[in-house]
């Protein structure tokens, strides 16, 4: 491997935030038995927030984000990675206090690397990134708590987002009539290209008011919206139904009652991908790889980018105007 490579830089010198493509050495990344040459990595919420002076992710600089990786081991401490495997690293304190993807060079612990699964290629890999891993969760935790296709139409919301669309996407291939709801008008066509059975406003979600008890609408929901938006899903899931909440780019709090989940039985589950446990993530990857994949995953990339042009995207992902996926070529 090359002495130095470039990798995407985030430093706060004396209280100058920047963001830099930079030649870095392999001793400025942290520490891991598994050094990977990075193919592809992607672009997340939490890649945008820290990529911001007050995004609250990167506890100490200089720092490498990017939480997505995909690449080729090149050299291996640990006997369960050799030279040449292929692998997917997403997760644990990647890109947030373990210098992560945007880098030429990735060196990571072993316990947290996933071997690619038979079925995906690196860049599939990472144009479902973290975003697809956390609906495919989403998806088996649904399932786990009885959703069924024929128990009526499930919800989808922040549907042109990264967990968004792979909701629309997955639900669809498994049998489920998805109602996607976005706040983009135009994305209609997109939606419905993916899988979405019909399209509705947000407004149609919460329109500004919550009933303890509405309109049984849903059997069950993906949800990376949170906030008020949230209490007004849980109040029109129908009966023994559930929603599984992933994320809050509609906020933080959820001005709920406990009449939904007393009367009618509904299930709040709550969806972390960062501490899942390994025999598990593997699991959800091979899901990913046959039964969730979705059809034709060229149709979620909004933008393929280099290294060089992350400093200037990255804080795009947190003005919510991307339909489906930014992914990095980092090869
Ligand atoms: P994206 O930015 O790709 O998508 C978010 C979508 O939410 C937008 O595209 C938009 O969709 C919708 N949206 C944006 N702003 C608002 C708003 N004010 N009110 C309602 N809807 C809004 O993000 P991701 O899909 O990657 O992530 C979504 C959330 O999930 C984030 O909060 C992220 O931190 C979280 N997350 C959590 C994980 C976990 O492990 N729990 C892992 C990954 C992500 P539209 O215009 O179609 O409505």
Not at 39 to 56: E, F, M, Q, R, W
Not at 155 to 166: C, D, E, I, K, N
């Amino acid at each position: 491997m090359e002495k130095n490579f470039q990798a995407v830089v985030v430093d706060n010198k004396e209280g100058n935030f920047s963001v830099e493509t930079k030649h870095v050495f392999l001793e400025d990344l942290s520490s891991g038995e598994v050094v990977i040459k990075v193919h592809y990595s992607g672009v997340n919420y939490k890649d945008g927030l820290a990529s911001t002076p007050d995004g609250k992710i990167v506890r100490s600089f200089p720092h490498i984000p990017g939480i997505d990786l995909a690449g080729i081991v090149v050299s291996s401490e640990d006997s369960r990675f050799k030279e040449g495997d292929p692998v997917i690293a997403t997760s644990y304190e990647i890109g947030v206090s373990h210098s992560g993807g945007y880098s030429e060079y990735a060196r990571i612990p072993a316990d947290w690397i996933v071997p690619l699964p038979t079925g995906l290629s690196l860049k599939e890999a990472m144009i479902i990134g973290t975003a697809g891993f956390t609906t495919a969760l989403s998806v088996q935790r649904l399932l786990d708590n009885g959703m069924k296709p024929e128990n009526g139409p499930v919800l989808v919301t922040g549907a042109t987002g990264g967990v968004g669309s792979f909701g629309v996407a997955m639900l669809s291939k498994l049998g489920f009539e998805v109602v996607a709801s976005s706040g983009k008008k135009e994305a209609e066509d997109y939606l419905t290209s993916i899988g979405a059975s019909s399209v509705i406003g947000r407004e149609e979600v919460y329109n500004g008011k919550v009933k303890a008890l509405d309109k049984q609408l849903w059997a069950g929901a993906i949800d990376p919206v949170g906030g008020e938006s949230l209490a007004a899903i849980i109040s029109k899931i129908t009966y023994g139904g559930s929603v599984a909440v992933s994320g809050l780019t509609g906020g933080g709090a959820v001005p709920t009652s406990v009449f939904p989940f007393i009367l009618r039985g509904v299930n709040l589950l709550g969806i972390d991908s960062v501490y899942c446990p390994m025999e598990k993530r593997r699991a959800i990857w091979e899901r990913i790889a046959n039964d969730l994949k979705p059809e034709n995953l060229s149709a979620f990339v909004f933008k393929e980018i280099s290294l060089k042009q992350l400093p200037e995207e990255l804080p795009t992902i947190l003005e919510g105007g991307i339909t489906g996926r930014i992914i990095v070529s980092v090869e």
